[in-house]
């Protein structure tokens, strides 16, 4: 990997995929068939558009937008067991940070 990444990248391409959440669809359009139905992954900015039968609810589309910086080169472009490494040593990186955070109990 040759060119420096944000660690949330790492996080959603590899062991945690995207951490989606509800989208507005604003600056898209509407689609010729169907309905829109927009999510944005908080970690890295990715908006994923699905377009879906109102009659029967079948998934017609779907589309990902992603930012500037987030696709590799097919060269570069890690395995998926790189990107669960990547996604250990973040994690263990982000465990020192918090260590004396208070810990939830279940």
């Known amino acids: 990997m040759s060119r420096s990444r944000k660690p949330d990248f790492h996080e959603c391409r ?3 995929r995207h951490a989606w959440f509800d989208h507005d669809g604003s600056g898209f359009g509407r689609p010729e068939f169907g309905v829109a139905f927009h999510v944005q992954c908080f970690r890295c ?4 558009r699905d377009v879906v ?3 029967d ?3 017609l589309s779907r589309r ?3 930012p500037e910086g987030y696709a590799w080169a097919e060269d570069e472009r890690p395995t998926a067991a790189q990107l669960r490494l990547q996604a250990l040593k973040t994690q263990k990186r ?6 004396n955070m208070p ?3 279940r």
């Open 64 to 66: 990902y937008y992603y």
């Open 103 to 105: 810990r939830i109990e």
């Open 14 to 16: 590899g062991a945690y």
């Open 53 to 55: 039968s109102s009659v």
């Open 45 to 48: 900015g990715t908006v994923r």
């Open 94 to 99: 982000n465990l020192k940070e918090t260590k």
């Open 57 to 59: 609810g079948r998934l």
